[in-house]
């Protein structure tokens, strides 16, 4: 199941969010937050685990159908010795999470199936077109495309006679804004 | 404590991580936190620990998790200060 989450590390880092044993509470086990504690960069180890558990989150809630939550202590995360990914678990379920990380950013995509990820950085003033991109990455003609949000809020990109239907998974923060998509085997 | 004072202590917590500022005009019970407003979810737990602060309560995770909307937070509130 799709899902990425993305962090403009500038913004991040500037909250201090690691040193605020309150607000690390609320959000992460016990074992989460020594190991955040104990890291050589708190503050980027926070976000990893926060990525990860917010991508998880957009996973398992399309995969069930589920109605929105602020839940993030549910979701228990373990980072790979590599700590460029690692594995989250919610109930009965655990995601592959795959970690991506610049001076600038970083983005958390599930990895379970194959998808395109991207990351775009926005200029505000500059016109996005997000359907455009991603229909192109299809080679399909834009016009047809609209996004639909299904009830629980979970996007699609739907072709307007209803013969095409992409899951999509879209994440902003500060400058930067991804987009997580399946890819077809041709 | 009135409701309509309880609304106007919210829309004060929630500005400084609102991205959508229009989103603030018709501030009501009906306001969501995350489309309305455009709030992230990592801020939107500062906004719990912001409410628990200045009405002194304290939210559960139980009570967090329903917190996506102005009236869902008003009732958690009412809730807690009855208590």
Same mark, same amino acid.
């Given at each position: 199941m799709i899902g990425n989450d993305i962090i403009d590390l500038e913004i991040a880092r500037a909250e201090r969010k690691s040193e605020n044993i309150r607000y690390m509470s609320k959000v992460f086990s016990e074992e989460e937050m020594n190991q955040i504690i104990n890291s050589n960069d708190p503050e980027l180890c926070l976000w990893k685990l926060w990525a990860m558990k917010? /991508?998880?989150?957009?996973?398992?809630? $399309?995969?069930?159908? !589920?109605? $929105?939550?602020?839940?993030? &202590?549910?979701?228990?995360?373990?980072?790979?010795?590599?700590?460029?990914?690692?594995?989250?678990?919610?109930?009965?379920?655990?995601?592959?999470?795959? !970690?991506?990380?610049?001076?600038?950013? !970083?983005?958390? /995509?599930?990895?379970?199936? &194959?998808?395109?990820?991207?990351?775009?950085?926005?200029?505000?003033?500059?016109?996005f077109? !997000?359907?455009? @991109?991603?229909?192109?990455?299809?080679?399909? /003609?834009?016009?047809?495309?609209?996004?639909? &949000?299904?009830?629980?809020?979970?996007?699609?990109? @739907?072709?307007?006679?209803?013969?095409i239907e992409i899951p999509f998974s879209l994440s902003h923060h500060g400058k930067f804004t991804a987009?997580?998509?399946?890819?077809?085997?041709? | 404590?009135?409701?309509?004072?309880?609304?106007?202590?919210l829309k004060t917590i929630v500005k400084p991580y609102v991205q959508r500022m229009e989103g603030l005009n018709d501030f009501q019970e009906n306001t969501d936190f995350l489309n309305d407003l455009?709030? #992230?979810?990592? #801020?939107? =737990?500062? =906004? =719990?620990l912001d409410v628990e602060d200045e009405f002194n309560i304290e939210i559960d995770n139980d009570s967090m998790e329903g917190m996506l909307t102005v009236g869902d937070a008003k009732s958690i509130i009412q809730?807690?200060?009855? #208590?």
């Open positions: 917010e /991508t998880a989150y957009k996973a398992h809630q $399309r995969s069930f159908d !589920l109605p $929105r939550k602020l839940n993030p &202590k549910a979701f228990s995360c373990v980072l790979d010795i590599s700590n460029s990914g690692g594995k989250v678990s919610i109930d009965d379920s655990v995601y592959d999470i795959e !970690l991506n990380i610049t001076s600038g950013y !970083l983005h958390a /995509t599930s990895s379970s199936e &194959k998808v395109s990820k991207n990351v775009f950085q926005i200029n505000k003033d500059s016109a077109d !997000l359907i455009t @991109v991603i229909t192109d990455n299809y080679h399909f /003609t834009t016009e047809d495309f609209s996004i639909k &949000k299904n009830a629980h809020g979970i996007p699609s990109i @739907v072709a307007e006679d209803h013969s987009f997580a998509i399946p890819l077809i085997n041709s | 404590m009135s409701e309509k004072e309880i609304l106007t202590r455009e709030i #992230n979810s990592a #801020n939107l =737990v500062d =906004v =719990v809730r807690k200060l009855s #208590n």
